[in-house]
């Protein structure tokens, strides 16, 4: 399916909408071929007076036919003006319209899917996806379909017109009209690659400036700046040439069209000429030949421009579209779970998991995890630990077997009540651009301040909160730079406590803060995972000595499990971990 067809299918909701903005666009177009007739009229009535065209309907005397010819003229042009007035409105608001459902219906989707799509495609690409290759789309719907509508029916008209005026030299205008039209496919077969190159360049330029301000305290501390302006200047010298490459042939277009433009005006001009002294052809018609020759081919040129949007458009189109068609490969369940009612009971059987194009993480993976208990996993780096927690949020989908919640798959549960069940303190803290309050309470919009105070004191993160310049009110920085590595754990922490989930997991969530403000969270866990489900991962094996299991995992399997005395009196994995952290050999 072309760009286009997959655009109109894509705005069938706005059908009524459109229909107005052609209507208008084409009307706004037939009020302003008028006045050349009128021109070439008023010519009639001035060189045959009493015998012009408009006296073969009873008025006779010159100044009442001019007086109807200013009448119609402003008339004529009111309605013009109405009609430019009716159709930009309409193509604008339509092209708003679009714009926002597209950006909005792109982000939704892009959002739904899977973390492997976010593994294969850059950030960078994608923002010039929702940015850039949206708002191309809207120029050209602002801009480009008046532009080619309004030259479509210019051709219809005015073509018909000098048929029924003038069948002998008409054909002089009209010939150049299906080489202009042939030059325009041709040039936009020719333009097509080039601009889906330039949408490509874009992309790639985006995302390494993406990466680079994201990355901008490694760049610093590694003194990498030249390097990185060399390579932001060759992405963006490849996006300047692909670009140049595209600008070299749609430039090209309209001097190419002038020339052929010229042999009919030319044409039209001469031999219209020597009809009138032949006597084949009055003056006025003459006139009004010459006029919409003028307004029949000039416009043509405008071909150039109209083409460049719609070839930009149609690429940005494509990528647009490639989004929305990219399948989900995880989809929702239609149980829904009432967070009341959830027990908090999690059974893995037989769990076989491997990233794409890569050996199996997990395999023949069993785990029950009773409700309300307290359980830790650990192991050394690339054992499965963190890809369980993955496997359980359905972030990634099992290769085989079962993933169980009280007694009901995974797959069967409405995935929102799922998520939503589910507190996750991530190792990778992410915190949004906004206050200390708006990230504790993210994702829960109707906590209190009492609320969001009492969650940040049991996550030990209040005291230094109040110490901030505007304490909750204080303004943490993309992703928190503002903040140090702890603090943003703690935040973190809190912003699960606060979510109050019935199962919660703790992903290396001490890691970055200090003995004293570990010691202090491990106090509050106590309260923290009273009466709910908690999985604790960490490699700091102190954090988790108090967990009712404790499971190791080696090339993602259990090899031991047991409590913490059991298993540093055990000769295994946890008893080497245990005495490498404590010195003890």
């Known amino acids: 399916m072309s760009p286009l067809s997959r655009l109109l299918k894509y705005s069938h909701k706005y059908q009524t909408s459109i229909y107005q903005a ?68 309409l193509w604008r608001n339509l092209a708003q319209n679009i714009q926002h459902d597209l950006r909005l219906n792109a982000y939704r989707h892009i959002q739904n899917l899977e973390l492997e799509y976010f593994e294969n495609n850059s950030t960078g690409r994608l923002l010039a996806i929702l940015n850039d290759d949206i708002n191309q789309l809207e120029r050209f719907l602002d801009v480009g379909a008046n532009e080619i509508l309004q030259v479509l029916t210019t051709v219809i008209v005015i073509s018909g017109a000098f048929f029924f005026l003038t069948p002998n030299t008409a054909w002089m205008t009209i010939i150049p009209i299906p080489v202009i039209i042939w030059g325009a496919i041709a040039f936009q077969k020719l333009l097509a690659p080039r601009y889906m190159a330039v949408r490509e360049k874009v992309s790639l330029l985006n995302s390494r400036l993406a990466n680079n301000l994201t990355g901008i305290t490694t760049i610093k501390s590694f003194t990498t700046e030249e390097y990185e302006i ?122 076989t998991f491997a990233y794409h194009q890569r050996e199996s993480v997990i395999e023949n993976f069993n785990l029950m995890i009773p409700a309300t208990s307290t359980i830790a996993i650990v192991g050394s780096t690339g054992s499965g630990k963190s890809t369980i927690v993955k496997l359980l949020l359905r972030f990634y989908e099992i290769q085989s077997g079962n993933i169980t919640f009280d007694g009901i798959n995974l797959k069967d549960i409405v995935l929102y009540d799922l998520r939503r069940a589910i507190g996750l303190v991530s190792q990778d803290v992410f915190l949004f651009h906004g206050s200390v309050r708006e990230n504790i309470a993210y994702g829960s919009p109707n906590a209190t301040e009492e609320d969001i105070i009492n969650a940040a004191k049991m996550a030990e993160a209040h005291h230094f909160i109040i110490e901030l310049p505007q304490g909750y009110d204080t303004i943490v920085g993309e992703r928190g730079q503002k903040l140090s590595g702890g603090q943003r754990q703690r935040l973190s922490i809190a912003r699960a406590i606060l979510k109050n989930p019935p199962i919660l997991i703790l992903d290396e969530a001490t890691s970055a803060v200090d003995n004293d403000t570990e010691a202090a969270i491990a106090k509050s866990l106590k309260q923290i995972t009273e009466n709910r489900t908690t999985i604790m991962i960490a490699h700091r094996l102190s954090t988790i000595r108090h967990a009712d299991c404790i499971y190791v995992l080696d090339k993602g399997k259990i090899v031991e499990s047991g409590s913490h005395e059991e298993l540093v009196n055990q000769k295994g994995i946890y008893q080497s971990l245990w005495r490498v952290q404590t010195g003890i050999y």
């Not at 070439?40 to 001035?46: E, N, P, Y």
């Not at 989900?328 to 769990?351: C, R, W, Y």
Request: hydrophobic fraction near 50%; aromatic fraction near 10%; proline fraction near 3%.
């Open 22 to 89: 052609v209507t208008c666009s084409i009307l706004n177009k037939l009020f302003d071929l008028a006045p050349p007739v009128l021109i070439g009229a008023a010519v009639d009535v001035v060189v045959k007076r009493q015998d012009s065209f408009i006296a073969r309907f009873g008025v006779k005397e010159v100044f009442d036919q001019l007086l109807i010819l200013t009448i119609l003229s402003a008339i004529i042009w009111g309605l013009e003006s109405v009609f430019e007035y009716a159709y930009q409105r």
């Open 230 to 351: 060399e390579r932001v200047r060759k992405d963006s010298e490849a996006y300047l040439q692909s670009n140049q490459k595209a600008i070299t042939l749609s430039a090209a277009f309209v001097p190419l069209i002038r020339f052929v433009i010229l042999a009919g005006f030319t044409g039209i001009l001469l031999f219209g000429g020597l009809e009138v002294e032949k006597g084949n052809l009055t003056v006025g018609t003459y006139s009004v030949l010459v006029f919409m020759t003028q307004r029949l081919l000039w416009p043509l040129t405008r071909l150039g421009d109209t083409l460049d949007l719609y070839q930009r458009a149609m690429a940005s189109t494509s990528r647009v579209m490639d989004v929305l068609d990219t399948p989900m490969t995880i989809h929702s369940g239609d149980l829904p779970l009432s967070l009341a009612m959830v027990k908090g009971e999690i059974e893995f059987s037989n769990i």
